[in-house]
């Protein structure tokens, strides 16, 4: 239940960071999911998502 409360957490920091700076929605999205990318690799040895631009 830790791990959901702390993606929860960097994915509505993320998403509200983006948004403010002026990007797109859908750009916001992109960021969360490169933010996502970023942590997982903190805790695993291998991706976990694939970003697509």
Not at 37 to 48: D, G, K
Request: charged share 25%.
């Amino acid at each position: 239940m830790g791990l959901l409360v702390v993606i929860q957490k960097i994915e509505l920091a993320a998403f509200g960071e983006a948004v403010r700076s002026g990007m797109s929605p859908g750009d916001a999205v992109r960021e969360v999911a490169r933010r996502m990318e970023a942590f997982a690799t903190l805790i695993t040895s291998s991706p976990v998502m694939e970003i697509r631009e």
